[in-house]
């Protein structure tokens, strides 16, 4: 196993300045202000580019250029958008993030006219522009625009809503959680000893083996958010209603249209990929059963849903998890476990926990000439491992999309496609500590964390999906839902898709108060798509490892077209549902794998 050296276990924030202080970046600003206002100048007052193709690419040209190079914040928006990651309770950050957002919003707001009168070309004009051999590098980037054109506003009224985003919506959806993270309880830890834990580590127990721990754990969780209940309920209320008055004012025919249109799909494809996992709910309902009679309990609780079963306590060195990873991707195509190598090595994954930092995982990959960066919060165990082989997808979507493209403006890939790569890689990951299981307990164990993680993947995000749809409806008809309506229609739909394995005691139903994403609306959807398109990738890769190419091209060419293209280009059709059972058989023939092997071991 090839040894990469490990130098650096937080972000090398040196590639960019040399501190929080560093003068360099009030000169990055200056520059990034005149290079935004070279663009406005230039353009703000011309109609030519709106008719004449060449005169619109020598103006896309230019706005790439800036999207590539500056955008609204350039380095220093990336900066200290890692630097709040690291240390989230620094109040000096978060004044510096403001003050960064503030520069950011002016320019973003001055020079939005462009792809906004973009959008008010006649389609006379969209179809001649579109078939121009000129814009041919352009021709999705276009396309988007002009989808989303019978949608917009006025120029002032686009940019009195964009003004009227933060205190109508931003600040309210951020509250309710920046109000659980402070809480603190005493609870029992692992150590049999009572102590003062926050709001996540309170929610990490929750899950604990050791019932006396999951029981103080769940009563100080619940407790929380029945305290902090009313507040969600206004919020919620306010958020559902800024969302309503914009649907309206702009015309959208239902609640998660703006999404699809977002993530450059049909609603159709939604409707398909939601209703064909809602009709396989059987499988999630068989998965807790067979949890409930390992556990050997009649019915689990729902805040206690995510008990790990058996042991998988094994603890990896942070070194040991890099080597894992390393070679799986290495076995897969050498390409991925040398970007993953440039990762460990240059400094660009913050590995440990510490106080302040933000808790979960994520990667940074914000303008195509800068580069990427992962958050984990790694302790050893094998999620941790799964989290890195997750991040780095990630970080090499971001990669090979910048090897492809030359074009700023098609950087990002649709939301649609965005968690592929990352489940691909853990999939693989799984595999690979599956395969070097050597003893059957221990396999049975994380047979049982994987199926844990696919059901989550699909079912439970879908539905997430199912409530927020419901929710949105009700709150439409009534005008006002209490958190009690809203609790129920939440219980409502968790039980849907868990069964009757599962039973639900008070405070389940405030479940919905601490999911972020619920403000964000409609995004769950996209985990389930990402993790189905995945399973088809590594089907086909292990029947054909010529597909790999197939595969890398997939992941090179971001927004250069709709996922619906990309995917028909590859063989592929998002729109029939029997390409979406085939992802959903996998995790069924794993159920039925692991149910035989506990028959076999005697514990079921």
Known sequence: MKNLKIKKTTWNLKLFFKGDNDPEMEKQRGIIKKESYKFINKWKDRDDYL???????????????????????????????????????NPKLKARVNKIQDFANKIWNDIRFFTFRLAKISKENQEKLLKSEDLKI?????????????????????????????????????????????????VFTEKGKKEVKNFLEILSLTSSKKKKVRDSAIEAFDDILE????????????????????????????????????????????????????????????????????????????????????????????????????????????????????????????????????????????????????????????????????????????ELRKGKQSNALNFNTAHFSAEIASTFMEDFVFEKILKEADDAEFRLSVMMMKLESDVSEIFRQISFYLFEKELHSEFRSKGYLSK??????????????????????????????????????????????????????????????????????????GGSDCPKNIFSELGISIENEIFWKKGIKEVEDLLKETEKLAKKLGKI
């Not at 019915?299 to 070194?319: A, F, P, T, W």
């Not at 933000?358 to 992962?374: D, H, M, R, T």
């Open 51 to 89: 008719e004449d193709p060449k005169i619109l690419k020598e103006a896309l040209d230019e706005y790439e250029n800036w999207q590539r190079f500056y955008s609204v914040d350039g380095n220093e928006g990336l900066y200290f958008s890692l630097r709040i990651e690291q240390d989230q309770n």
């Open 138 to 186: 352009y021709k999705h980037f276009l396309e988007k625009i002009f989808a989303n054109s019978e949608y917009l506003l006025t120029e002032p009224e686009e940019k009195i809503l964009s003004l009227k985003s933060t205190t109508a919506y931003v600040n309210w959806k951020k509250m309710t959680f920046k109000f659980l993270l402070k809480e603190e309880r005493e």
């Open 227 to 398: 305290e902090f209940s009313d507040l969600a309920e206004v919020e919620m209320n306010s958020v559902l209603k800024d969302k309503q008055i914009n649907d309206d004012l702009r015309g959208f025919s239902r609640p998660d249209l703006f999404r699809h249109i977002i993530d450059d799909v049909d609603s159709s494809t939604v409707d398909i990929l939601v209703e064909t996992a809602r009709s396989n709910f059987d499988i999630s309902r068989k998965f807790y059963k067979l949890k409930a009679k390992l556990l050997k309990v009649d019915k689990l609780k729902y805040q206690e849903r995510n008990i790990e079963y058996g042991n998988v306590d094994k603890n990896y060195s942070y070194e040991e998890a890099v080597g894992i990873v390393y070679q799986t991707l290495e076995n897969i195509d050498k390409k991925f476990a040398e970007i993953f190598q440039g990762y460990v090595e240059k400094g660009q994954i913050d590995v440990f926990p510490k106080k302040g930092k933000k808790y979960g995982a994520l990667c940074y990959g914000k303008l195509i000439s800068q580069p990427s960066f992962l958050l984990v919060n790694f302790v050893g165990k094998i999620r941790d491992i799964i989290t890195i082989s997750h991040e780095v997808g990630h970080g090499i979507h971001n």
């Open 484 to 557: 009690e309506e809203i609790g129920k229609i939440f219980k409502k739909n968790m039980k849907e898709y868990m069964g009757n394995s599962v039973e639900f005691p008070s405070g389940s139903e405030n479940g919905w108060v601490y999911v972020k994403n619920f403000r964000s609306f409609f995004y769950n959807y996209q985990y389930a798509s990402g993790f189905l398109i995945s399973k088809y990738f590594q089907e086909t890769i292990k029947e054909d490892p010529s597909f790999i190419e197939k595969f890398k091209y997939f992941l090179s060419v």
